[in-house]
């Protein structure tokens, strides 16, 4: 069956560096949109970044722009979050996602409802 899974989250202190990845297993995702989520104690899990298939259109939430940097490797089915400039407010659980259910448009990637296949997710703690 399919699978995500992620790796490479931990403690970080604010200011650091982390880099998260997505191992994805059972099927291929290289013609596959993919995306990262996070989800903070207490709130509804939000959309932290996209990128297309070919890796040529990323997008992010605003509030991680110039800070995280998703990548992907096709030829290993693994997408990545590079994670710099860490803040205490980027603590939260981070989950992958793979296959988008519509177009590569914001009103898709962002909406935790057009994915498929999501991962188990990875603890992400920035310390003051």
């Known amino acids: 069956q399919v699978q995500l899974v992620e790796s490479g989250g931990g403690l970080v202190q604010a200011g650091g560096s982390l880099r998260l990845s997505c191992a994805a297993s059972?099927?291929?995702?290289?013609?596959?949109?993919m995306g990262w989520f996070r989800q903070a104690p207490g709130k509804e899990r939000e959309f932290v970044a996209a990128i297309s298939w070919s890796g040529v259109e990323r997008y992010y939430d605003d509030s991680v722009k110039g800070r995280l940097t998703i990548s992907r490797d096709n030829a290993n089915n693994t997408v990545y979050l590079q994670m710099n400039s860490v803040k205490p407010e980027d603590t939260a659980v981070y989950y992958c996602?793979?296959?988008?259910?519509?177009?590569?448009?914001?009103?898709?990637?962002?909406?935790?409802?057009?994915?498929?296949?999501w991962g188990q997710g990875t603890q992400v703690t920035v310390s003051s």
């Open positions: 996602a793979a296959d988008l259910r519509g177009p590569f448009l914001s009103s898709w990637y962002s909406s935790r409802s057009s994915w498929n296949y």
């Open positions: 059972g099927r291929t995702f290289s013609g596959d949109a």
